[in-house]
């Protein structure tokens, strides 16, 4: 499958990818995890993008276009992807669209999930991330079984820079402002799906009958 992940920030698009992915082998990637990655190892990519994702601005679509050219390009991209937090503004989508005609590809559907915005602020405040390995905990809901330390991996399981309450606040309104546009680009190129507080068993399944596959 070759689908892209619509919706906030704690919408659950991470943890609808992981279901996905498991059924047909297509991989997840999250911009996101890719740029927080760069920004541990402080490499330059990291330093350019550090300051902004602080902030919970978005990091320039040049920058953006530049990793993810890159990426769709490698091998283990042929069994299809998910795009977990790409494209983010308008001109994103425009440039993946000529990116993939280029490639000969076509996406097959853009998921978007539509959840209630008090869902989200509870959900990112009491969200936390293990440092190392991305694992996601939750305060309430999953806790690690040692606090602050991963279940997984053993790294430190840390609430990230950007789930302050401002950064939150902020990363919701540039959703709002640059990205929920691509709702309505993606209904006009008779790709989206759009579903609100479903599971990702029931979404593999509105997936599989929506694009005819076993
Ligand atoms: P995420 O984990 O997807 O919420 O991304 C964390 C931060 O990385 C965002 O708040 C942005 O600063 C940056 N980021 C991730 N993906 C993009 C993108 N497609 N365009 C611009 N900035 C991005």
Do not use: W
Not at 157 to 166: L, N
């Amino acid at each position: 499958m070759k689908i892209i992940l619509l919706g906030p920030p704690g919408a659950g698009k991470g943890t609808i990818a992981k279901v996905l992915t498991q059924f047909d082998g297509s991989v997840q990637i999250s911009t996101g995890d890719i740029l927080r990655t760069a920004v541990a190892a402080g490499t330059e990519l990291g330093k350019q993008a550090e300051a902004t994702m602080k902030a919970g601005d978005l990091v320039t679509d040049d920058l953006i276009m530049g990793i993810m050219e890159e990426r769709l390009k490698q091998d283990d991209c042929k069994a299809g992807y998910l795009l977990d937090g790409f494209p983010r503004t308008i001109s994103q989508a425009q440039s993946l669209k000529l990116l993939l005609e280029k490639m000969g590809e076509k996406l097959d559907c853009a998921l978007e999930l539509d959840i209630a915005r008090e869902i989200i602020i509870d959900r990112l405040t009491t969200r936390r991330t293990c440092s190392q390995c991305g694992e996601i905990y939750n305060v309430k809901f999953k806790p690690p079984k040692v606090e602050g330390i991963c279940d997984v991996c053993g790294g430190n399981v840390v609430q990230r820079d950007d789930e302050t309450a401002e950064a939150i606040s902020n990363r919701l309104q540039v959703y709002s402002d640059q990205t929920a546009p691509l709702v309505d680009f993606y209904r006009d190129e008779g790709l989206l799906l759009s579903v609100q507080n479903s599971d990702g068993e029931e979404i593999l399944g509105l997936l599989k009958s929506k694009l005819a596959i076993g």
